[in-house]
């Protein structure tokens, strides 16, 4: 079975940084695409950035230039670095795996593996 447990959220003052860690267990990570996602209240959940099995990153708009996306294969382990944090990226961050092995997406529907979230919080 494999699981992901999320860690490394907070609350932070807006220009701040945070990192998220998720821990994969079970299953081989090293054949497939991680992805970041999250979702604030009232929203729906959306894309934030994906490390893909071949450490190709890819990210959303709003977060390119700010957020780095890195996994540690060694560790079973996806980061997200996250910095210069605006109050509009609070909400509850998600780490996921995508279902098929050497396969990159964004979509929320090509991940069928998710961890609980952890809150990050931006204040003004």
């Known amino acids: 079975q494999v699981q992901l447990v999320e860690s490394g959220g907070g609350l932070v003052q807006a220009g701040g940084s945070l990192r998220l860690s998720c821990v994969v267990s079970?299953?081989?990570?090293?054949?497939?695409?991680m992805g970041w996602f999250r979702q604030a209240p009232g929203k729906e959940r959306e894309f934030v950035a994906h490390?893909?099995?071949?450490?190709?990153?890819y990210y959303a708009e709003s977060v390119k230039g700010r957020f780095s996306v890195s996994r540690d294969n060694a560790e079973n382990t996806v980061y997200l670095q996250m910095n210069s944090l605006k109050p509009e990226d609070t909400a509850v961050y998600y780490c996921a795996r995508n279902s098929r092995p050497f396969y990159a997406s964004s979509t929320p529907t090509d991940y069928n593996y998710w961890g609980q979230g952890t809150q990050v919080t931006v204040s003004t």
């Open positions: 490390v893909a099995w071949n450490t190709y990153t």
């Open positions: 079970g299953g081989t990570f090293r054949s497939y695409t």
